[in-house]
């Protein structure tokens, strides 16, 4: 938290005729977390974004689940990067960037951030199968493209290998939630400062 300032915390709504999604975030949590999307894989995944980022993130969403998972799945990436906007204001004393490669058994994702306020997603991941369980896995993407042009963020993802798909997907949530962790992080040595020459980080 910059400077003893109050916690970087945020809600935000999202009503259409496809989904009701309410989410709440602290960028100074501790990676608690309640999430029901009414999507088991899906919560599953958002689960480790919470809790591998230490962003606390309290959501419920009702979306148009007898149609398929999209509307649910890409909103969702939306009101959460929303939120994350939201708590981060105008982003002084954060990091800012981050990258990592994660491992989970045969499977190893990279994982860059530039929480930039330029949003923009660089996605080099491919699945075997279309489904993993009854989850789409091309909602994957969907999910990061819709948190990374809301959060106002620079993310790069690629898988460099691997063999079960369920391991490529969870890599990816934990190694973005990794790279948000240390993106928004503060600055021990400039917490007060905005990190950028050009003193903004609104694009």
Known sequence: MASGKTRRSADFSRKTKETEISVSVDLDGNGRFDIRTGVGFFDHMLEQL???????VTLKAKGDLHIDDHHTVEDCGIAIG??????????????????????????????????SGRPFLVWN???SSPK????DTELVREFFQALAQNAGI?????????ANNHHIAETCFKAVARVLRQAVEVDPRQPDAVPSTKGTLKG
Do not use: C, P, W
């Open 82 to 115: 929303q939120a994350i906007a939201k708590a981060l204001g105008d982003r002084r004393g954060i990091m800012r960037y981050a990258s990592l490669d994660l491992a989970m058994d045969e499977t190893l994702t990279r994982a860059a951030v530039d929480v």
């Open 154 to 162: 620079t993310l790069h993802v690629a898988n460099l290998y691997g």
């Open 125 to 127: 991941v491919a699945f």
């Open 132 to 135: 993993i369980g009854s989850f």
């Open 50 to 56: 919470s809790r591998h980022s230490l962003i606390d």
